[in-house]
């Protein structure tokens, strides 16, 4: 597998965050660029324009400010995901990839000039606050966050522990602003979490795709593992926004023998990058996989799903995910600033670009639970943001539909009832206290994984599927009578 020499920690499931800027390569220079003779023409002209600024505006101008303002606009007019990181910006994010910040924990992006959440990171101040996918930050602090960059949003939602943020948000339903005020944290690095929902059937979700990642991975998979045979496996990466690209690889690694698990392409060498399968880290046991995706999955999640989906070796389920297949270079400047440059596009190891596509499931299952909010009004789905939602998206170079067709799964969304006919009146006999304490705290488990998988219709889809295959299989090897 082919690495290049300075890998980003850039983690962006921190504090707040910029939306998927989770394939970064450090590198120190840029590459060679085209300079046509049109070029020189337009210097001129930027010239001309930065002088009668100086001489003629109705105050004195920081020519600093301008300048940088100007380089703001003209890497905003290319792509969503490039942008000039000024010298503390870029300082800043450099003390981030030691793992160093607090805030409130949110994925945003600039849509329609208004500051939009793409997704809350869960486990985070701003996910149980309630912050939802497509929510409209309009107010920070009582400060309009129109046309406000998203390097400016980040400062002013960043924060120490433990203080306050005000923030107006509108979601799409509402008839007027809602005010929150949320409380700034910690954000939390792990970014696994792990169950057994059923004995043999193991849960693993990946919030994000972090420096820790697939070491936490690989040692929760173990730790189920141990207690007993897999028969099937869930990995669950709904609202990942992504994360570091070699996690992402590692990750895919861990379940591929062989082959490539996710190739880049760019208009220099150095961007054109393949990764391969490394057979020695690849667990032996060929259980089914299931992947759950959805809007909310994007850039490294969309690389794991895809790599699993083309080696077939794992299900994906859910729905269609957001579509983010380009990569991001930070380059260094020689002032202290930072550009981050959308420098390749991304490709499954089928050849699929998902850029403004995204990955489509195996099988479709939609999840829309209805929610009833504090003031009455009742939500039904989210309204996600996709990367094709995005102003300046790149266009997919394959066309602009998946040819790849779903249909949707159908799913029993109505919660069960405890079963009270095994009820009686016989005596308890007294049990020891530890080993009481150990019943309550699995009958506790076993009560949390039913609420789950009632009002999860994805998750629990995900669990019948794989029950189904095992009993498919069990089928197939059986002997004819």
């Keep these: 597998m082919k690495n290049f020499s300075k890998t980003s920690k850039f983690i962006l499931a921190t504090a707040l965050a910029l939306p998927f800027l989770c394939l970064v390569l450090w590198t120190e220079s840029p590459g060679p660029s085209a300079q046509p003779h049109d070029t020189y023409k337009s210097l001129e002209t930027f010239s001309n324009v930065l002088s009668l600024i100086q001489k003629n505006y109705v105050e004195n101008v920081d020519t600093t400010d301008v300048l940088q303002g100007a380089i703001k606009?003209?890497?905003?007019?290319?792509?969503?995901?490039?942008?000039?990181?000024?010298?503390?910006?870029?300082?800043?994010?450099?003390?981030?990839?030691?793992?160093?910040?607090?805030?409130?924990?949110?994925?945003?992006?600039?849509k329609d000039n208004i500051l939009t959440v793409v997704s809350p990171i869960e486990g985070t101040p701003g996910y149980k606050a309630g912050l939802k996918a497509g929510d409209k930050i309009l107010k920070i602090e009582n400060e309009l966050t129109k046309d406000m960059s998203l390097m400016d949003a980040v400062k002013k939602l960043r924060g120490p522990k433990d203080t306050e943020?005000?923030?107006?948000?509108?979601?799409?339903?509402?008839?007027?602003?809602?005010?929150?005020?949320?409380?700034?944290?910690?954000i939390p690095?792990?970014?696994?979490?792990?169950?057994?929902?059923?004995?043999?059937?193991?849960?693993?979700?990946?919030?994000?795709?972090?420096?820790?990642?697939?070491k936490d991975f690989k040692k929760a998979l173990k730790d189920l593992s141990s207690k007993g045979r897999v028969s099937g496996l869930i990995i669950d990466l709904r609202n990942n926004p992504g994360g570091l690209l070699a996690q992402s690889v590692k990750i895919s690694d861990v379940f591929i023998k062989e082959g490539v698990i996710v190739s880049t392409k760019g208009r220099v060498d150095v961007q054109n990058t393949v990764y391969e399968a490394r057979s020695g880290g690849t667990v032996e046991e060929e259980y089914p996989i299931i992947v759950l995706v959805n809007e909310g999955s994007a850039s490294a999640s969309e690389i794991v799903a895809g790599?699993?989906?083309?080696?077939k070796r794992a299900l994906i389920v859910g729905t269609q995910t957001f579509g983010k297949g380009s990569v991001q270079t930070i380059i260094p400047m020689s002032n202290g600033a930072g550009l981050r440059l959308t420098t390749a596009r991304y490709y499954t190891p089928s050849g699929r670009s998902i850029q403004a596509l995204g990955i489509t499931p195996d099988i479709i299952v939609e999840n829309t639970p209805i929610v009833q909010e504090e003031n009455g009004e009742e939500n039904g789905k989210p309204t996600f943001l996709r990367e094709k939602d995005l102003t300046r998206h790149f266009e997919n170079p394959n066309g602009s539909t998946d040819k790849k067709e779903s249909?949707?799964?159908e799913t029993d969304q109505e919660s069960s009832k405890p079963d009270d006919s095994n009820k009686s009146d016989s005596t308890?006999?007294?049990?020891?206290?530890?080993?009481?304490?150990?019943?309550?705290?699995?009958?506790?488990?076993?009560?949390?994984?039913?609420?789950?998988?009632?009002?999860?219709?994805?998750?629990?889809?995900?669990?019948?599927?794989?029950?189904?295959?095992?009993?498919?299989?069990?089928?197939?090897?059986?002997?004819?009578q």
Excluded: C
């Design 73 to 110: 606009g003209m890497l905003a007019s290319l792509d969503p995901h490039s942008s000039y990181l000024k010298p503390d910006d870029f300082k800043e994010l450099k003390l981030e990839t030691k793992g160093s910040f607090t805030g409130i924990g949110i994925e945003i992006t600039i």
């Design 189 to 214: 690095l792990h970014s696994v979490k792990s169950k057994t929902l059923e004995p043999g059937y193991i849960y693993l979700r990946i919030t994000n795709f972090q420096n820790q990642t697939t």
């Design 428 to 480: 308890q006999v007294d049990e020891p206290k530890s080993d009481k304490v150990e019943m309550e705290q699995v009958e506790k488990e076993a009560q949390e994984i039913k609420e789950l998988l009632n009002k999860d219709n994805q998750l629990k889809t995900a669990l019948m599927l794989l029950k189904g295959l095992n009993v498919y299989t069990s089928f197939k090897q059986q002997p004819p």
């Design 165 to 186: 943020v005000h923030i107006s948000l509108h979601r799409e339903g509402w008839t007027k602003l809602r005010e929150m005020t949320i409380v700034r944290g910690l």
């Design 407 to 409: 249909k949707p799964a």
């Design 307 to 311: 790599a699993l989906q083309d080696h």
